[in-house]
């Protein structure tokens, strides 16, 4: 997938599918910093999670408490789990009806996205099988909101941090 940046108003990608789009309306309260994050594929609608948010540390808090929407008219569920230690402890999931995909880290960059346990797609959008309508759905999210930082290491941000700090 070919992502464009994010921009305030969204960010598109194209996909092998067609042309995913992501349109972003923020709340109308100044102090409620969740948007509504509508998902269009060639024009027609694909998923729609009212309570999204801000991409980065926002976002991944409230994924970390759990996040629903809608994927073709079905329910869909976004949940995190992070600051583990280990790899295996931190993931991101999506979940509608009986389908789960998980991304899970895999090595210090990559992150794969798993389905019954067999890589499906990876982070920057390379899928070693035939994507599918969720697939595709999972990985612009996931690089849209930045969820990348819920699979980080809680540790290796404060060990590069502490090293660039010593040197100043």
Same mark, same amino acid.
């Given at each position: 997938?070919? &992502?464009?940046?994010?921009?305030?108003?969204?960010?598109?990608?194209?996909?092998?599918?067609?042309?995913?789009?992501?349109?972003?309306?923020?709340?109308?309260?100044?102090?409620? $910093?969740?948007?509504?994050?509508?998902?269009?594929?060639?024009?027609?609608?694909?998923?729609?999670?009212?309570? &999204?948010? $801000?991409?980065? #540390?926002?976002?991944?808090?409230?994924?970390?408490?759990?996040?629903?929407?809608? #994927?073709?008219?079905?329910?869909?569920?976004?949940?995190?789990?992070?600051?583990?230690?280990?790899?295996?402890?931190? #993931? *991101?999931? &999506?979940?509608?009806?009986?389908?789960? +995909?998980? #991304?899970?880290?895999?090595?210090?960059?990559?992150?794969?996205? +798993?389905?019954?346990?067999?890589?499906? %797609?990876?982070?920057?959008?390379? %899928?070693?099988?035939?994507?599918?309508?969720?697939?595709?759905?999972?990985?612009?999210?996931?690089?849209?909101?930045?969820?990348?930082? *819920?699979?980080?290491?809680?540790?290796?941000?404060?060990?590069? +941090?502490?090293?660039?700090?010593?040197?100043?």
């Amino acid at each position: 997938m070919e &992502f464009t940046k994010m921009r305030p108003d969204g960010a598109s990608a194209t996909t092998r599918l067609g042309e995913l789009t992501l349109h972003r309306t923020p709340s109308r309260l100044y102090s409620d $910093q969740t948007e509504r994050w509508r998902v269009e594929l060639d024009g027609r609608p694909l998923a729609e999670l009212p309570g &999204f948010g $801000q991409p980065g #540390f926002h976002v991944a808090e409230l994924a970390r408490r759990g996040v629903a929407g809608t #994927f073709d008219a079905a329910e869909l569920h976004i949940r995190a789990r992070g600051r583990h230690l280990l790899r295996s402890g931190r #993931f *991101v999931e &999506f979940r509608t009806g009986d389908r789960t +995909l998980r #991304f899970v880290r895999r090595g210090v960059i990559r992150a794969e996205l +798993l389905e019954d346990g067999r890589t499906v %797609a990876r982070s920057d959008g390379r %899928a070693p099988t035939e994507p599918d309508r969720l697939h595709v759905l999972a990985v612009a999210l996931y690089t849209w909101a930045e969820l990348d930082y *819920v699979n980080a290491n809680p540790l290796l941000g404060s060990v590069i +941090l502490s090293a660039v700090t010593s040197f100043f």
